[in-house]
Nanobody
Framework: QVQLVESGGGSVQAGGSLRLSCAAS????????MGWFRQAPGKEREGVAA???????TYADSVKGRFTISQDNGKNTLYLQMNSLKPEDTAMYYC?????????????????WGQGTQVAVSS
């Protein structure tokens, strides 16, 4: 498994921006899929964005046009740039990884998870 550590969360007003980072260590070679998930209080964890080892990206409809997932392979780091933030984006955000090359936002396909970083958006 891969070890994942998120950072970059915080509090921001609606319309603001944040950039989340996820540092990966351990087995990071070969084909993979990495993603960002979020979980708000009382709700299920949902997929936000994912990217595979070829750079192909997938986004949830709720964040398309506002969030951008990217990776720096040299630094083994995954990013999530979040713009035009809304109060409904408030959640704990988790980084996840899998060696399954068929990348999607299905939570069950990911087998490595970070501890999460909190994002709070006020109106």
């Amino acid at each position: 498994q891969v070890q994942l550590v998120e950072s970059g969360g915080g509090s921001v007003q609606a319309g603001g921006s944040l950039r989340l980072s996820c540092a990966a260590s351990g087995h990071t070679g070969g084909s993979y899929c990495m993603g960002w998930f979020r979980q708000a209080p009382g709700k299920e964890r949902e997929g936000v964005a994912a990217i595979d080892s070829d750079g192909v990206t997938t986004y949830a409809d709720s964040v398309k046009g506002r969030f951008t997932i990217s990776q720096d392979n040299g630094k083994n780091t995954l990013y999530l740039q979040m713009n035009s933030l809304k109060p409904e984006d408030t959640a704990m955000y988790y980084c996840a990884a899998t060696t399954n090359p068929f990348c999607s936002l299905a939570r069950g396909m990911f087998d490595s998870w970070g501890q999460g970083t909190q994002v709070a958006v006020s109106s």
